[in-house]
């Protein structure tokens, strides 16, 4: 497979880019058009109003460069319209282009998810065989803690301890706690590290936890 790419995007991303700077110095023209015909057009109201009152002839050139200047401002509002005219034809013209783009971007985006997903599952099939491992001990162990106790306590009359309290994991508690510290993962943590980004602080404080 190619790797991405992304043409099709960078010529729209381009060509939306360079259509709004267009249309950007052309509304500033607009705006200065649009100013010199109100100026224009009230230099031949006066001019009119002048000519009446000295009973002479109106100024041709102040109207012709009103005219001008109208004509000049209906071909920027044109052009302005045909630009995103123009905008539009091209961004129809490549949605098949964008679409395949995108399928592209996404299956090579999945493949990389899907690399990290494996390692993943062997962590966790590796955190849940250690689980099943300490299971075994832990029964191992309390098998042989009453094999070796139970009778001299009963002998001697003491209270023998629960041996299944000795490394209890806490299953169902929903977030870690500072002093009774699990190598179990809680709700807390997984919300911390996929919702925030991070270790929440009882678990970064106890990487070194249960080390000699």
């Given at each position: ?31 200065e ?17 002048q000519a ?37 034809s ?19 985006k ?5 690399e ?49 309290d ?34 929440t ?12």
């Amino acid at each position: 497979m190619d790797l991405f790419k992304g043409d099709t995007i960078k010529k729209i991303n381009k060509l939306v880019e360079k259509g709004e700077e267009r249309k950007k110095k052309l509304l500033t023209k607009i705006e200065e058009l649009k100013e010199d015909h109100e100026a224009l057009y009230q230099a031949e109201q006066d001019d009119f109003n002048q000519a009446i009152i000295e009973g002479s002839e109106p100024s041709k050139k102040i109207r012709n460069d009103r005219m001008k200047v109208e004509e000049e401002l209906k071909e920027s509002y044109e052009l302005l319209s045909k630009i995103d005219v123009a905008i539009e034809s091209e961004l129809k013209k490549s949605k098949n282009d964008v679409e395949k783009e995108r399928r592209q971007f996404t299956q090579e985006k999945k493949e990389e998810f899907n690399e990290l997903f494996a390692e993943l599952n062997d962590l966790k099939l590796a955190y849940l065989n250690k689980l099943i491992e300490y299971h075994n001990k832990e029964r191992a162990y309390v098998s042989e803690y009453r094999r070796t106790f139970q009778d001299i306590h009963n002998k001697l009359g003491l209270r023998m301890p629960d041996p299944r309290d000795h490394n209890k994991l806490f299953l169902h508690q929903r977030y870690q706690v500072a002093e009774r510290y699990s190598p179990l993962i809680y709700g807390d943590e997984f919300e911390a590290a996929l919702d925030e980004g991070k270790l929440t602080f009882i678990t970064a404080q106890n990487k070194d936890a249960f080390k000699k």
